[in-house]
Every structure is written in structure tokens, then in C-alpha cells.
């Protein structure tokens, strides 16, 4: 079956979609995003505990990635024991209100119980 080259912007880019997915795509990084939101500044051994069965491996890389990507922030203060802090950036904060409408929607669709596909009405 033959693929068909899809348009692409100069930064390799189809769509403002495919940019946040770049972005938020993978399995912890909306809730690593969420937990930041719900209070600004976690320490890392805090976010561990709150995204139960992430690895230590996942959620170091997870934050390195979203710093890279200017979504959060990484403070680490000079004290023995030493201290980091993550936070979200101005960028961090517009991603998770642009990812509201989505979490009410996922909201919406838990009270009516709707985890399977709609079937169709005819």
C-alpha cells in the first residue's frame, strides 16, 4: 500500500496539532503538566508520588523534555540536601488551558459512562 506524502511546514510541522503532539504526546507528560498546574511548584520526589506507576527513568526524562521545550521550569537551589523545584513557564501555563476544554470533555464522557466507542443512531 503506497503512503502518501503528507504537506509539511519548514519546521517538519503538518499542522498546530502535530506541534502539541510533538509536545504532550506520550502517556505521563499531560499529567505531569496537570499536577504543576494544581500547585506551581513540586519537587520531584512529589510529582513521583503523585503519578503512581511512573518510573524514576520516565518522569526524569519526561521533565527534561518539557524543559527543552520551554513548557516547564527547572529551579535547583544550592542547599545541602541539594533542591529542585519544577514549575510551569507562561508557555506551560497557555498549554494547560488550551488543554482544559479536552479534560472536560474526558469529564463529560466518564459520567455517562461512556468508555467504548458511540454506537451509531439510525
Known amino acids: 500500500m503506497a503512503t502518501l506524502n503528507r ?9 498546530g ?9 506520550g502517556k505521563w507528560k499531560v499529567l505531569i503538566l496537570w499536577a504543576l498546574h494544581q500547585q506551581p511548584h513540586r519537587r520531584f520526589g512529589e510529582l513521583r508520588r503523585l503519578l503512581p506507576g511512573i ?11 518539557l ?3 520551554g513548557i516547564v521550569h527547572r529551579t535547583s537551589y544550592d542547599e545541602v540536601p541539594p533542591r529542585v523545584e519544577y514549575t510551569l513557564t507562561e ?13 472536560a470533555w ?3 464522557r466518564q459520567q455517562v459512562g461512556g468508555a467504548g466507542p458511540t454506537p451509531p443512531t439510525a
Open 17 to 25: 496539532i502535530d506541534t502539541t503532539m510533538e509536545v504532550i504526546g
Open 106 to 108: 474526558g469529564r463529560e
Open 55 to 65: 518510573t524514576e527513568k520516565v518522569l526524569a526524562s519526561h521533565l527534561r523534555e
Open 67 to 69: 524543559e527543552s521545550d
Open 91 to 103: 508557555d506551560g501555563i497557555r498549554l494547560n488551558e488550551a488543554l482544559e476544554p479536552l479534560a
Open 7 to 15: 504537506p509539511v511546514g519548514e519546521d517538519g510541522h503538518v499542522c
